[in-house]
């Protein structure tokens, strides 16, 4: 039986689980293969740590580059995670002509294409399925199963966290702050949310599914990213009153000569399918011209959830190299000359529809200047509740907007916010519905 | 640029799909491949017919052996159907040494451990991904992103047309008959609707996933089907009313020494991620012992979506061929020596949940005599609701069970059925909840 030798840098959460994997089913995974996927080393930097897996004498070191460096090992995995030592142990390896696996969508997210060319010159693959969606097989799909459709859109729910959080203000009526220290004390949440919670985790796997949907090269700072923290139990209970749920969304569109790629809080109306996508699982749907929609759902994190993904990709590998068929998937899903740039548009050119909540005091004639206001800037109101009557005192006035372009959306608030009868900074929230 | 000839038999609605895809997606697929995967050939008995597809001059014929025998052709996609012919030709195909590409459920989990066998014998792949879920990547999925995995289970919703009956009767409260015509009226359904409404062709599709799943020879004889002609929509408002809906499902499990797989109306609870399927949609939970649970849901049949998964296999089928890496994968998710028998559970084996519908004459005691008839046979009743009451007259009687084996159920149920009190035949369903 063919042996390939693995070696793992980094052995937290999900580098100790797909340690695990490939330790206690090698029996599996050779009846699947043929071949021994042997864990020859694995570096971190603390080996006095219990983990529950019981590695092969001899694997453990404190010395990442006896991994990277060892001529008998086949496929480097990096799970170190950032974007400082581990694009540096990334590098060696790769000119060391190994195989990468890695789940770091920071470094692929602002790195990936430079990473990408270095292992084209190598003659090696990079693989990156967990870098997204945790065990999700959403890279695979769109590089594989969908090749033969030119992909439209691809929208998902990408953080735990949020979905969790938001989940919970939307079934328990909880209030943001302690929805969010429920998911601390749960595990859904770090003690330091702010990377989860305002988007740029979302914003880093978006980057890396929009090139890889679409063949295009994303600056990522181009992306327009907004966290949940604006959320209040107020609009998600009014957004169900109006048969919309309200999720964490990244959202990206192939609009031709440009890209759509942003990631903030989005109404979706409560049949689509990522609004039944509950608590702290991810789901991603695929729009493409043949296929129609797709939706993959799963464990976006988690030891082994993650591991599975990061296993299955070492497995792709190890076929790759059994067959001499290095590079057989092109990494970035189009052939490296077919990939173009194309700009993201900007958030003040998209067209879609909006959610308002004005606080207006009651008094005859607001709803017509503020609905002239709107007018004005050829926002076309689609439906106007106005909650309950409280004469001469503030009340709620929700408005739905047909398609409308965000930088008239933004003029018209801020005209709106300047009138007396306004008493409270409107609330604004996108929506992604059916209307084209 | 390479080109790969790409032969198609049967101009059907898939078939006529493929053409489309293949045609008139060539750039992208270009792209993706750098390859030119050209529709060489398409042979159909009837060439008149309007299809909305330009075809190459000289593409179409009537001679299906003009397109097995063509030197210059690399892969060749059944799309006929059936297994008679179908069978014929796949069989001349291989041994002319040509990878086939198929979606013919019916042929591959009656004959699939033949073809697949002479598919090996000369070198070639044969891939299905369109046979099971239409356009959902369940294959792939199974043999490789998952392939770290044991595989513990697979349930599915793999039939449109039941899974649009069962839900037009749970959303609008529809008779079965009205339900069903409506489907055959809007397209979801064929004018003889047995094959999917008494759940052959979940059969078909539930064999090769538990083939693929457990890396077993399944007897497709083994399989227990019932459809889904006897649900009613008393019982289906029943199941609301204590938290369950009614589907189609496919459900596979793997108990180490045998399999379970069996077909038939089974109550999962309504936060199960199926339950949330609605209409003509299929889904496919898998359960590892890495991953958790994967949700893949999508369309499961119509030209396009199912023409999707088929391209996708020409692609991998092409991507192999370039690299020289033939039957890279194994066919059937194992490597053919590791593939083992293993039996299937006897339906009166099976250890599950219970709904039973009984209808009583409303006297002091009835509950007591059928209980104690339930008891005897080692039956333990988790809740009980007397619908309504009728003194003298029969009321409905609902019991859900603890797990039970259903040949003890049987058993009880023949007992129970013969006593005096007991005014019609009592009806059960088996229930699939996270009871173990």
């Keep these: 039986m063919k042996k390939l030798n693995i070696g793992l840098l980094g052995l937290g959460t999900v580098g100790t689980g797909t340690a695990k994997i490939l330790i206690e089913n090698k029996e599996i995974i050779k009846k699947k293969t043929g071949a021994n996927l042997h864990l020859k080393k694995a570096a971190d930097i603390d080996l006095n740590k219990k983990r529950g897996v019981v590695f092969e004498k001899g694997t453990l070191t404190n010395d990442v580059f006896e991994v990277i460096n060892d001529d008998k090992i086949d496929i480097i995995v990096e799970m170190i995670g950032g974007k400082t030592i581990a694009k540096e142990f990334i590098i060696k390896a790769l000119k060391n002509k190994k195989h990468v696996v890695t789940a770091n969508k920071a470094l692929l997210a602002e790195a990936g294409e430079e990473l990408f060319e270095l292992a084209y010159k190598n003659g090696v693959d990079i693989a990156y399925e967990a870098s997204v969606g945790g065990a999700i097989p959403i890279i695979k799909s769109i590089r594989e199963s969908l090749a033969g459709n030119n992909i439209t859109a691809v929208n998902g729910i990408l953080n735990g966290t949020c979905n969790y959080i938001l989940s919970q203000i939307a079934n328990k009526g909880m209030e943001f702050k302690d929805a969010l220290a429920q998911a601390q004390a749960n595990g859904y949440a770090e003690a330091d949310p702010t990377f989860d919670i305002e988007g740029f985790d979302t914003a880093h796997k978006t980057a890396i599914i929009a090139s890889l949907a679409y063949g295009t090269k994303i600056n990522f700072d181009d992306l327009y990213i907004e966290g949940i923290t604006g959320i209040t139990k107020t609009d998600i ?200």
Excluded: W
Aim: aromatic letters at 8%.
């Design 237 to 436: 209970k009014y957004a169900k009153e109006f048969g919309y749920l309200i999720k964490l969304l990244a959202i990206t569109k192939d609009l031709g000569n440009s890209i759509e790629a942003r990631i903030h809080p989005t109404m979706i109306p409560i049949n689509n399918m990522l609004a039944k996508i509950d608590g702290s699982l991810n789901a991603i749907s695929v729009f493409g011209d043949a296929v129609g929609e797709l939706m993959l759902c799963g464990y976006g994190a988690g030891m082994m959830p993650t591991a599975s993904a990061v296993v299955g990709d070492i497995i792709d590998i190890a076929r790759n190299i059994l067959f001499n068929a290095k590079t057989r998937i092109p990494i970035a899903g189009f052939m490296p000359a077919q990939i173009k740039s194309k700009p993201v548009t900007p958030i003040e050119d998209i067209l879609t529809n909006y959610y308002f909540r004005f606080f207006l005091l009651d008094k005859p004639n607001v709803l017509s200047l503020v609905a002239g206001i709107l007018g004005a800037y050829g926002i076309s109101i689609k439906s106007v509740h106005q909650k309950e009557r409280n004469p001469q005192e503030g009340v709620p006035v929700i408005i739905i907007t047909h398609l409308a372009k965000e930088a008239e959306v933004k003029k018209a608030l801020k005209e709106i916010s300047a009138l007396d009868i306004v008493l409270q900074k409107p609330v604004f929230i996108r929506i992604e519905d059916d209307e084209k």
